[in-house]
């Protein structure tokens, strides 16, 4: 239960989830390390990427627990979270509510973050133990619903991913989350090849969550 605690602490404090997504292995590897090197520990591998797992796998060895915290993503069900976990995911990640997914990760005390869109959805992934809500797709509705949920629910932890950049990033911090999940707003110098646009991306990403704390 204490790892449990403070993997969850460790990506609070961050504050940023990077969404690593990409065409290959390779690829997927070298924007964690960017991310990494920019302050942005808390890394999410999708499992959109071929070969998933064995990134999760090559990058739990490479690197120790306090430099990077590890996770799977798009994990629609519970087989796919067993593999994730066996690979070495610290977390789990889901864009959708599954009971099953939500029962095997708390039995291995794995966080666990699942996507919802309604407050009634927030509540029903609440009850059933998810630790991270997953405000998807954040775009659709903005910051200011964070605030409107956290009106009848300020015990909700939630976290907003898609439609989270530069410049809204702190309205997200100020409205409640306990961090935002970001993608291509961090990761999109992969397409050029660019990895140090990622690592200058990501340091301005945690200097502006810092700031929106206080």
Known sequence: MIAKFNRIQRITKSGVVAVVRGDTSEQALRV?????KGGVNAIEITFTIPGASKVIEDL??????DEMIIGAGTVLDPETA??????????IVSPS????????????????????????GVVAAMEAGVDI?????GEVFGPS??????????????????????????????????????????????????????????KQFVEKVKIARG
Not at 133 to 137: D, L, M, N
Not at 174 to 182: D, F, L, N, Y
């Open 32 to 36: 964690a390390e960017a991310c990494r």
């Open 60 to 65: 739990t060895k490479a690197y120790k627990d």
């Open 82 to 91: 067993r593999i994730a976990i066996l690979a070495g995911a610290q977390y």
């Open 97 to 120: 509510f599954n009971l099953e997914t939500v029962k095997l990760c708390n039995r291995y005390q794995i966080p666990i973050m699942t996507g919802a869109m309604t407050i009634d």
């Open 133 to 137: 809500v997953k405000i998807f797709p």
């Open 145 to 202: 619903f964070i605030k409107a949920i956290k009106g009848p629910l300020p015990q909700a932890n939630l976290m907003p991913t898609g439609g989270v950049s530069l410049e809204n990033v702190d309205q997200w911090i100020k409205a409640g989350c306990v961090a935002v999940g970001v993608g291509s707003n961090l990761t999109g110098g992969a397409k050029t090849g660019d990895y140090q646009l990622i690592t200058d991306i990501a």
